[in-house]
């Protein structure tokens, strides 16, 4: 199979967890990076450390209008050959209806219109090229309802499915798109993880891996990336039992603890 390499890529989320590590793996692989999140400390930390290659750095939130449309600029005027789509929140969970109603405008805000509206400004330059790469971060969340993270999940629901509708769409371009599924990992998103070396901290995967792992699905040009043989196993399970039996056994559970 044909391996696909990048000379360039812009990673949102970079500040921390699987958007740092994307950064320190691109590196390792020779590529130029931009680095877009809120803290600007983060990025010139992030940057500071990579010799290898150039960092470019953008300051962005990417929950705010401006934050996009300056990404959307940048993007507009140094193409990139890979866009990296790793930003998200999950809001910490907790029942819908107590929730802050601008919290979760937010986080479809993040998750889904950015996303939207960063791999709108990439497609059309990489399509006249007839070379790039989208991977987009979803999560196994997206493939259930689930309480306690009701927003959550169907934003990320929302991203698999417009990731795998547009890799279909693109299909001859020359380009190709990925959809990352991760399981739980250990990030600033999941403080209270378990030990690593306890029974249930096995099942979790660290960041590195699913950086590797996925930029790897990448430049094989492979639509899917389901880190770890118990996720990928869990996954197909999902999605080939029947939607109501799903709905029936997440609906007893609520991951968020409320």
Known sequence: MARYSFTSALVTGASSGIGWEYAQELARRGTEITVVARRTERLDELAKGIRNVKVNVITADLCSEEGVAAVEQRLAESPVELLINNAGADGGGGAFAARPPEQEAGM??????????????????????????????????????????????????????????????????????????????????????????????????????VAKASL???????????????????SGLVNALPHQ??????????????
């Open 216 to 234: 790897d699905a990448v430049e094989r040009g492979r639509l899917m990336s389901v880190p770890g043989l118990h996720y990928r196993a869990a």
């Open 108 to 209: 479809v805000r993040l998750n889904v219109l950015a996303l939207v509206r960063l791999t709108r400004a990439v497609v059309e330059p990489m399509v006249a090229a007839g070379k790039g790469g989208i991977l987009n971060v979803s999560s196994l969340a997206g493939d259930q309802p689930l309480r306690g993270f009701v927003t959550y999940a169907a934003t990320k629901a929302f991203v698999s499915t417009f990731t795998e509708g547009l890799a279909a769409e693109l299909r001859g371009t020359g380009v190709h798109v990925t959809l990352l599924k991760p399981g739980y990992v250990y990030t600033e998103m999941n403080p209270n993880g378990p030990d690593p070396s306890s029974l249930s901290g096995r099942f979790w995967l660290t960041p590195q891996a």
């Open 245 to 258: 039996l799903v709905r029936a056994v997440v609906s007893r559970v609520d991951p968020s603890g409320s």
